[in-house]
């Protein structure tokens, strides 16, 4: 697994595999607070694209929604969903699909609840569990969804904890 840790500008690359610790050349961008990037398995990373080989980023298209605070999935595809987390209209429930070959995103079924937070899965059969998170008017979550992508459909999942799942990730 490869670790990519933004604060600020300033980005940081640790593969604990291969006992790898290395800063990154500056992103193309002045602030970058708890941002998530993507390792694809062809090397690079998606919302600007590192290029490993170049040691360079490069810009992608921008999300319809803004968003922080939110979980992303490499699904079985190769495409990445990003799931909920707010902006400064609210918390989300939006989920859009980045497509790496073409660069774009598309916006895709919402999930039934609102959350921020929350932690994410990849099945073994391609479906995306979302578990826990926060919700501002209730505070942590004791719920979750799954996601299948080949419907695009969200269900809520009937088991739930007794216990909120804020700390899930």
């Not at 610790?21 to 590192?50: C, G, T, W, Y």
């Not at 190769?78 to 987390?85: D, E, N, Q, S, Y």
């Not at 774009?104 to 059969?125: C, G, H, K, P």
Request: hydrophobic share 40%; charged share 15%; with cysteine.
């Amino acid at each position: 697994m490869l670790y990519i840790g933004l604060i600020f500008s300033l980005a940081l690359l640790h593969c604990p595999h291969q006992s790898i610790k290395q800063e990154l050349p500056q992103l193309n961008i002045d602030f970058a607070m708890n941002a998530q990037l993507v390792l694809l398995d062809d090397d690079s990373i998606i919302f600007q694209r590192f290029a490993s080989i170049m040691l360079g980023w490069s810009d992608t298209s921008s999300m319809h929604i803004e968003r922080y605070e939110s979980i992303s999935a490499v699904l079985t595809n190769g495409k990445v969903l990003m799931i909920g987390g707010a902006n400064n209209r609210g918390i989300l429930n939006s989920t859009e699909l980045h497509d790496p070959l073409s660069g774009t995103w598309t916006i895709v079924n919402s999930m039934n609840d609102i959350r921020f937070l929350q932690a994410v899965s990849v099945l073994l059969d391609g479906i995306v569990l979302v578990t826990g998170g926060e919700d501002a008017r209730v505070g942590p979550l004791n719920t979750s969804e799954l996601y299948d992508p080949s419907t695009n459909m969200w269900t809520t999942d009937s088991t739930q904890s007794d216990k909120p799942l804020k700390i899930t990730r």
